[in-house]
């Protein structure tokens, strides 16, 4: 990855911590629909041969030195795409519920909506597709309390298939939320005048591994995320004052 992006150039980063099951299927369905486009596993630390079979199925790996998380894993990839000159990034997750043929529809939205991120959104098109109870109550309730935050309905603000361009790419480099980091980060872009926009896309069962959102850690997770959201609200009123 030396070499300098074209101007326009997409990078896909798919963050994986212990995915070895899923992230070598990940990166050849992704090289099958964009076979031009290179695809950068973020390997958080993994215990287990993650990073090899990434290496093995084509993409480019950085290995972390330390366990980041999730956020700390995804701002890695933010600030090496930043550095290294691309115009797009499209998360895509190591454990297979993100279906890459959808990485051409938020692309073009990205190129061509004018706005900042674009979510790859199960409940877009109103029909929804079935989650997890605990899961369920989170997305309903983070809807309830974005909308007024946001000034606009978010349908999946949990939702990790998301594609920013160079503008958020500016942002997040420099500060990104490091737990649970997709609804803070709709924050971070609102307070910046940034917009996004949703497009329906289908997901699909985890194909290995186990996600990281149990049960017992739902209401940790919706206080942790709220807390988040009102301390960039507050950093945020608190800048604007001193200016």
């Given at each position: 990855?030396?070499?300098?992006?074209?101007?326009?150039?997409?990078?896909?980063v798919v963050?994986?911590?212990?995915?070895?099951?899923?992230?070598?299927?990940?990166?050849?369905?992704?090289?099958?629909?964009?076979?031009?486009v290179p695809?950068?596993?973020?390997?958080?630390?993994?215990?287990?041969?993650?990073?090899?079979?990434?290496?093995?199925?084509?993409?480019?790996?950085?290995?972390?030195?330390?366990?980041?998380?999730?956020?700390?894993?995804?701002?890695?990839?933010?600030?090496?795409?930043?550095?290294?000159?691309?115009d797009y990034?499209?998360?895509?997750?190591?454990?297979?519920?993100?279906?890459?043929?959808?990485?051409?529809?938020?692309?073009?939205?990205?190129?061509?909506?004018?706005?900042?991120?674009?979510?790859?959104?199960?409940?877009?098109?109103?029909?929804?597709?079935?989650?997890?109870?605990?899961?369920?109550?989170?997305?309903?309730?983070?809807?309830?309390?974005?909308?007024?935050?946001?000034?606009?309905?978010?349908?999946?603000?949990?939702?990790?298939?998301?594609?920013?361009?160079?503008?958020?790419?500016?942002?997040?480099?420099?500060?990104?939320?490091?737990?649970?980091?997709?609804?803070?980060?709709?924050?971070?872009?609102?307070?910046?005048?940034?917009?996004?926009?949703?497009?329906?896309?289908?997901?699909?069962?985890?194909?290995?591994?186990?996600?990281?959102?149990?049960?017992?850690?739902?209401?940790?997770?919706?206080?942790?995320?709220?807390?988040?959201?009102?301390?960039?609200?507050?950093?945020?009123?608190?800048?604007?004052?001193?200016?």
């Amino acid at each position: 990855m030396k070499q300098r992006p074209k101007p326009g150039a997409l990078l896909v980063v798919v963050p994986a911590y212990n995915e070895q099951a899923a992230i070598g299927n990940v990166v050849r369905e992704i090289h099958e629909v964009m076979p031009s486009v290179p695809v950068l596993v973020i390997d958080d630390c993994s215990v287990d041969s993650t990073r090899t079979t990434a290496a093995n199925a084509g993409a480019y790996v950085l290995s972390l030195p330390h366990h980041l998380g999730l956020g700390g894993c995804v701002q890695a990839g933010y600030m090496l795409a930043f550095e290294l000159g691309y115009d797009y990034v499209i998360r895509v997750d190591g454990d297979g519920q993100h279906d890459p043929r959808y990485i051409p529809k938020l692309y073009e939205a990205l190129r061509t909506s004018g706005c900042e991120m674009v979510i790859g959104s199960r409940f877009a098109a109103g029909n929804g597709q079935p989650t997890s109870f605990a899961r369920g109550i989170g997305i309903r309730f983070f809807r309830t309390v974005l909308r007024p935050i946001l000034g606009k309905s978010v349908y999946d603000p949990t939702s990790g298939f998301v594609g920013v361009n160079r503008q958020a790419l500016a942002v997040f480099s420099k500060s990104f939320p490091l737990e649970y980091p997709e609804i803070e980060a709709l924050v971070v872009l609102q307070r910046r005048a940034f917009s996004f926009v949703e497009i329906p896309c289908e997901m699909r069962p985890r194909h290995g591994g186990r996600s990281t959102i149990t049960a017992w850690k739902s209401l940790y997770y919706i206080i942790h995320v709220l807390l988040g959201v009102f301390v960039n609200i507050l950093k945020f009123e608190h800048r604007k004052w001193r200016r």
